[in-house]
């Protein structure tokens, strides 16, 4: 063996060793669990997708419960600081009062993978605190932005108790106001089992939900909260989920 593939070797055990972490899909962690659901749903028989918003609380977003709430449905909302639960309590807590799952999207939004240890830690743990402080609730689940993620990042939700979500169906709706096409890009790649990735806070988005509902009770899907999809199994801190 050469030197040079020497280097090259270490160097890439270096590079698994930082940025391989533990995940699993919505599905597989199922299979695993044993016992019986406790809510109305069992995703284990159903043909379920979960439905996700990002980056509120938002002016935007009561008028998006108003619609979940006239369908009887509940959604998982990864909430943000500053700017957001900092300016708009009333909102979050009504989120909460009305059944909706809460999780962590940091405090200002930062890439978790691109700052040290303690600065991500600080990002979630802010936010954790002002959820609890306002809803009475600490969550257990957290999206980073942009979905990137690592060891560090899965170590450090590991010690706050988050479980880390990601996404299989986003329609890019930070990039258009077009709410038909934010429609047709989410029904184009929806599967069961699958989690949907939509932004309260933009302008196209909740105009678009009525449509996208309509559309996935029509294919015979059931909406749930994360936790309902992964149910009987509970969300693991650390652990990745994505589908």
């Not at 899909?25 to 809510?39: E, L, N």
């Not at 509120?56 to 909430?79: M, N, Q, Y």
């Amino acid at each position: 063996m050469t030197a040079v593939t020497v280097v090259l070797a270490v160097a890439l055990t270096i590079a698994l060793t930082v940025t391989t972490y533990d995940h699993t899909s919505p599905r597989a962690a199922r299979d695993k669990a044993s016992g019986s659901v406790a809510g109305p749903v069992d995703c284990r028989k159903a043909r379920c997708v979960a439905l996700t918003f990002d980056g509120g609380p938002s002016p935007t977003t009561p008028r998006l419960l108003d619609i979940l709430k006239r369908e009887h449905l509940h959604a998982t909302f990864f909430v943000q600081g500053a700017g957001h639960i900092a300016k708009y309590p009333g909102i979050l807590r009504r989120i909460s009062d009305e059944g909706h799952e809460i999780g962590n999207h940091t405090w200002t939004h930062k890439v978790l993978t691109q700052i040290d240890a303690d600065e991500a830690r600080q990002e979630l743990t802010r936010t954790q605190d002002a959820i609890e402080r306002i809803t009475g609730t600490r969550p257990v689940l957290m999206r980073p932005p942009q979905g990137r993620t690592s060891r560090k990042v899965a170590k450090i939700c590991k010690e706050l108790g988050l479980a880390q979500v990601l996404w299989s169906v986003t329609a890019k709706d930070y990039e258009t106001t077009d709410s038909a096409l934010i429609t047709k890009r989410v029904l184009d790649q929806t599967h069961r089992d699958g989690i949907i990735l939509l932004h309260d806070l933009h302008k196209g988005t909740v105009p678009a939900v009525p449509g996208i509902l309509k559309a996935l009770k029509q294919r015979g899907y059931t909406i749930v909260t994360v936790s309902q999809l992964l149910a009987p199994a509970e969300p693991r801190p650390g652990m990745v989920y994505r589908p």
